[in-house]
């Protein structure tokens, strides 16, 4: 497997990697701590995690 080397390609491409990962990252913490959050309450009440 060969890789052709192009600046402008290779910089362009970690961009959009970058952007995606700015435009995730907060969704997954907050998903993480909704979750969380549902646990600890399932915990406090004493019934099943839905």
């Given at each position: 497997?060969?890789?052709?080397?192009?600046r402008?390609?290779?910089?362009?491409?970690?961009?959009?990697?970058?952007?995606?990962?700015?435009?995730?990252?907060?969704?997954?913490?907050?998903?993480?701590?909704?979750?969380?959050?549902?646990?600890?309450?399932?915990i406090?009440?004493?019934?099943?995690?839905?």
């Amino acid at each position: 497997m060969r890789l052709r080397l192009n600046r402008s390609t290779t910089d362009s491409s970690a961009q959009s990697v970058m952007s995606l990962y700015d435009l995730i990252t907060p969704v997954y913490m907050m998903g993480l701590a909704h979750a969380r959050e549902k646990q600890l309450e399932s915990i406090v009440m004493g019934r099943p995690k839905a």
